[in-house]
């Protein structure tokens, strides 16, 4: 298509989607924070293991540091970044994005608003990700979905189908199925809802996602969970849609059953790997659930609505991430019980059947 392309983060995620976009022979560049894996993606590339390939990939890649002197634009700027870094990182890379350019934000959350703000509404094209990956070793991935089980969704922030839309809907088919949506805040929020009952407490214990949701009562709490992010979104106006490739009558109406639905679809395609703070937290970094369950925390205090699972999964999470307590299997029985505390604080909330 002849676009110059920046995948800006070479995390699990942007590693896999950068290595596939090259694979496919696109103009890409790859950039990132981490010295060792641009290092070892200028001298060998990436190696990206799928359950039904195992990919190795030349690759352009660049330091953070080199850009300032490589004398070069972009047209479209994958930002794959965690929500802690999408601010500073999305400033970074504003003056390498041309005019009529375009950045997309491969993460979690719901962090376009703050993202558009910086590089204009007219830049910006949202997209809900679900790939399941890990790095720990530089220039090399396990990728737990592969490509036919990956999905995407893509859409303008206004909601119309675009030329430009369907342009990052073939470059990101190399990586992914993507589809396209008028209902990108939805999709998103969508997405964030099971991302609480997964990611939000399967992210304070260490397991695997498959042993984390056998745990006897997790799937209730995760439905908990469910049921408070649900209500947040749909006070704030978002509208549920469909996602991980659904269609709409499996994913209908706001209920439990569509929450469940969603979590056993999303767990049937990552059920194998471990959720991201997991990953955060053996690397020694913050995990970026602020921008997930704390997102939903947040704003039901504004709204006035009880989020006492939400709340209790953030407080632990607070507590792992300033070294308090550590991540492991113990701290289900302290979810629980900080959960508990938390609802007989709030006997006004609904619980549903």
């Known amino acids: 298509m002849g676009k110059r392309i920046a995948v800006l983060g070479a995390g699990a995620i942007g590693s896999s989607v950068g290595a596939d976009l090259a694979s496919a022979g696109l103009d890409v560049t790859i950039i990132d924070q981490w010295p060792a894996q641009v290092e070892a993606m200028k001298s060998a590339g990436l190696r990206i293991q799928m ?60 962090n376009d608003d703050s993202t558009a703000a910086i590089v204009g509404r007219e830049r910006l094209i949202g997209c809900v990700v679900e790939l399941s990956a890990e790095i720990f070793t530089p220039g090399l991935v396990k990728r737990n979905t592969h490509r036919q089980s990956t999905w995407f969704a893509v859409g303008e922030l206004d909601g119309r189908i675009t030329p430009r839309l369907r342009e990052i809907q073939a470059i990101l088919s190399n990586a992914a199925r993507v589809d396209m949506t008028g209902n990108i805040y939805g999709a998103k ?9 997964t990611m939000g407490p399967f992210g304070l214990l260490g397991l695997r996602n498959n042993d984390a949701v056998a745990l006897p009562g997790m799937f209730d709490i995760s439905v ?130």
């Not at 359950?51 to 030349?58: A, N, R, S």
């Not at 929020?189 to 009952?197: G, P």
């Not at 908990?224 to 490739?245: D, K, M, Q, T």
């Open 51 to 110: 359950t039904d390939e195992d990919l190795q990939v030349p690759v352009r890649a660049l330091h953070l540091c080199e850009l300032a002197s490589a004398r070069t634009a972009f047209d479209i700027v994958l930002l794959a970044v965690k929500g802690n870094d999408h601010r500073w990182l999305t400033e970074f890379i504003a003056p390498y994005l041309v005019p009529d350019g375009v950045l997309v934000p491969l993460q979690n959350g719901m």
């Open 224 to 353: 908990g969970l469910g049921r408070e992010s649900l209500a947040v979104g749909s006070a704030l106006g978002y509208r549920i849609e469909p996602i991980f490739g659904l269609r709409a009558d499996e994913f209908a109406g706001q209920s439990d059953e569509s929450l469940v639905t969603a979590m056993k679809t999303l767990m049937g395609h990552v059920g194998r790997g471990r959720t991201a703070p997991i990953h955060d937290h053996i690397k020694g970094r913050k995990s970026e659930m602020e921008y997930i369950p704390g997102l939903v925390s947040r704003k039901g205090r504004e709204l006035g609505i009880p989020t006492p699972y939400n709340d209790a999964v953030v407080e632990i999470d607070r507590r792992i991430n300033s070294g308090e307590i550590e991540m492991g299997a113990s701290n289900f029985a302290l979810l629980k019980s900080t959960i508990g505390r938390s609802d007989a604080q709030t006997p006004h909330v609904e619980r549903g059947g």
């Open 189 to 197: 929020w969508t997405k964030l809802i099971v991302n609480t009952m």
